[in-house]
């Protein structure tokens, strides 16, 4: 079936650049950058492709220099103080109008919310396809770029092709890709002229900006991961799973029944598919039933154990240890037992 | 004030583990999985009924979907809506977010009305994008804000919180706007009986390809640049080795396992 499939379609041209968006947040690159670069990298290497980068923001020498030590052969920037917040429809034509000069292949974009909408209206503006979320990037036999996307909460991955037009967009969320060690290349840099911007007869305004309080650690850097499911029935008890979590210096998390409970604030604590993947050396989850769409968000953690007390919740399936047993009991005990070995080994050096 | 808002029917989420992937055809398998409105949707229409009671005029539902399930549809009547439409037409089908979101713009020119809101949920729970709402905006040259709450209508203009990773910027946008609602932003109304009989009376207008005048090369599959290849079933299964005891030794052993496995404690 996939043979004749590869058949009926007509190449437009090989892939000969990449070009990759270099989201910028209060003068800071943002990881997924690196992290697609790095990915961009590791499947077109060797295929004497061009590796691109596009930033849309204010003047910012710090931020052009590190993205042409970034491994990239071009960097393209417009640089306009209307780019600093994300807004709409500067952001959207700002992008364009690099893409257009760039004129790319393949162009891949971090899906935070912005790139979410930037990938997906770009589409419309170039008459191209956009694959969102993808789980994988990977080169079919015939130099062809495969997006695995999750479907159905993460139950079934399927593949994606944008067979006859051009570029190729794809989004991918951040921690979905490891970020390697690149070496710089030569970069050509070319500024795009920022005078579309002032055209633009924009009809949104930014009217305000309330800075999200960051204290704890964040769920995709932690080495451990405590993760509380709808099984954990209480806020109380989920307070205790928040000790746990910073007694072994990790992060929680939560599932989404755990979110809708309001036990976590956000799409930043929630693990799968449509909140954070993770993948820390340690998975512990409590009262996790193991939706589909939770299970694609830890598939790489080191090892999973699970708590729980139905012997046959779909979570086991996927652990390499499993409790049967109460995640509130179970979660007490652990953190009595951290507390004491806590005191026992306060003394010693960690070798 | 007129506010469209489109939906989406969806299998039901709650049953995805019942999916399954023909080992020969490689087709899905979704028997036994009922399909339902999307949830993200009904937080949409939500807000519209919300905005209608505030500032008057109608709340029309849209849809592009197969005609089994009209039902689906009735229940955002059912909540409040005061007219739906089905863009329904076997040149539809196999259609992706952009030859979707093209057959909603023709089909919201083809009502005829100036909507000065159109709504979306954030997302579809099978397919998961989020692409359609910025698409149908770009389509319709409006304007647009996604995953947006607090939506505020005054003198022409709306103003919304969008959510962001780093927290929330406040938009002012001009009407007509495209809006796609965060998730938890409105709680949906409870259906009564009467509103399911009040709304089963109601009819669905349907919309086909003729009656849109729609291109038939930016339509369905043919009208659609992604092409789907395989469907694979990943095999995630791990080992789901037993640690038994009291809840004491539990704790004990995990620790030891956390150990073994590089982490400090």
Redesign the interface.
Known sequence: MRQGFLKERRWIVAIKKILIYAEVFDGVLLPGYRELLSKAKEIFQGRGAVFAAAYAGPRNAVIAEELRQSGIHELYVMNSPLLDLYHPEYHLTALEMIVREADPDVLLITATRAGEEMSAALGVRLKTGVTAHCADLVLSGDGELTQMVPAFGGKVVGEIFTPTTRPRIASVKSGTFMAADLDAEECRETEVSAAPLDALNPSVEIVGFEKRATKKMPITAADVVICGGYGVATRENFRILEEVAEQLSGAIGGTRPALDAGWIEDESGMIGTSGRTVRPKVYIGFGVSGAAHHVCGIKDAGTIISVNQDPDAEIFEVSDYKAIGDARAVAQALRAHLARSGDETAPRINP | MNIIVCVKPV?D?EK??L?K?DTKT?R?IREGIPTILNPCDRTAVEAALQLKETHGGKVVILSMAPLFSQDRIREALAMGADEAYIACDALFAGA???ST?YTLMKAIEALGVRFDLILTGT?S???????????L???LSY?????VSDIEVRDGYA?VR?????????????LP?LLSVEK?AYRPRLISAMNVIGAGKKTIGILTAETLGVDECRVGLKG???????????D?????????G???E??????D??KK?????
């Open positions: 299998p989420p995805y583990h999916l992937i490689k899905l992706d977010t952009f979101s997302e729970a099978d397919g998961a994008t989020a692409n359609v709402p910025t698409q905006a770009e389509w304007p647009h804000a996604t995953g103003t969008k959510k962001i990773e780093q927290g929330r910027i406040g938009y002012r946008i001009k706007v938890n659609s640049p992604t092409r789907a290849g395989e469907l694979i079933q990943l995630l299964r791990r080992a789901g080795r037993e640690i038994s009291e809840p004491e539990i704790a004990r052993r995990i620790v396992i956390a496995s590089g982490v400090n404690c």
